[in-house]
């Protein structure tokens, strides 16, 4: 499966982005999608998932209450909404599609896309 992902850019502290996360090659409905980021200097991040099976959703607590991650599958596609941003989730946030709940088992990366968020 190949993912592209998309919707970052330039947003103040307190605003809102939605990243997309479109597949092809293969439905997104049978993977588990998760949303990762990497700020500069630091490891890549966790940031959520949504089940291929029953479409649940988990988050680092950082995103709790602030992020939401949804599927289209009659898109492809799989979102991650972000508001309440603040400068510390400024980030290259990636999507990734596992066949297991965890992502542990990666069929395929997005390529990132920058959220900065300016205080």
């Known amino acids: 499966v190949q993912l592209q992902a998309s919707g970052g850019g330039l947003v103040q502290a307190g605003g809102s982005l939605r990243l997309s996360c479109v597949g092809s090659?293969?439905?997104?409905?049978?993977?588990?999608v998760s949303w990762f980021r990497q700020a500069p200097g630091k490891e890549r991040e966790l940031v959520g998932g949504?089940?291929?099976?029953?479409?649940?959703?988990s988050y680092v607590d950082s995103a709790k209450g602030r992020f939401t991650i949804s599927r289209d599958n009659a898109k492809n596609t799989v979102y991650l909404q972000m508001n309440s941003l603040k400068p510390e989730d400024m980030a290259v946030y990636f999507c990734?599609?596992?066949?297991?709940?965890?992502?542990?088992?990666?069929?395929?990366w997005g390529q990132g896309t920058l959220v900065t968020v300016s205080s």
């Open positions: 949504i089940k291929w099976s029953g479409g649940g959703t």
């Open positions: 990734a599609a596992a066949i297991d709940s965890q992502c542990r088992v990666v069929r395929g």
């Open positions: 090659g293969d439905s997104l409905s049978t993977y588990t």
